[in-house]
């Protein structure tokens, strides 16, 4: 699969690389591609391609949203007309001062991102835990594998993220549709005041059990 990445700082560069080595064709959307960025990326996965950021959404099925959310206004517009019809993978989350909801939880920021680009079909996924997740998600010792929970109001763009999570070594949760990412946004800053404010372990996860 065609992947593109638009960021790839602590969240996008791990999941860059383990998508290309699982296989998938993957190209950072590279607005300069001498970039400090572009380059710690490629140290670390010379098959990991670069151009600029039209060309590479263009060519992408799935592209990848890891850039600060703050940013997403000025990054994604440009970039609408050829991301229609792709799967739109957002990874990002709108935080506020203090740690709380940067929308004052009214809506979710993957529903302003989806107002964004109307014409692609944005999932919600990757935003749950830290990025050390993202560089090493094994945890041995235990018998499941840890949940990653996503959501979306497009099936055929889920089915496509739920495979990519599956491949990474994830088990895919479908929370349902967008309007869950308000949810996912507060289950983020659950975990990062759990982590980056009191202190618990970064490699903190969630498994999904049933019976
Ligand atoms: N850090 C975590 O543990 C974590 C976990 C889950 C989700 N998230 C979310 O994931 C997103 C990325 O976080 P991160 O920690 O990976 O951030 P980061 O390390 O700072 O990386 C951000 C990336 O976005 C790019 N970027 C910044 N401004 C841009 C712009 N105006 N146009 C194009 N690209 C731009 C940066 O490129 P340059 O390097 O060229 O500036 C960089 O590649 C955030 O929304 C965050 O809330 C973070």
New binding site residues.
Partial sequence: MNIAF???????APLADHLQRLGHTVTLAA??PA???VRQAQARNPALRALPPEAAVREAEVVFL????A?NA??VPPLAEALAGKVLVD???P?GPGLTHGLDNRSSGSQALQALAPKAAVVKA??I???ENFENNAYPGYGVKPAMLFCGDDAAAKQTVAALVAQLGWTPLDVGGLAQALHLEHM?LLWVRLVRAQGHSPNLVWAALTR
């Fill in positions: 638009i960021g790839y700082g602590q969240v996008g607005r300069d970039s400090a960025a890891a850039t600060p959310f940013a000025q990054v990874c990002t989350n935080v990757f935003s835990y830290g990025f983020t």
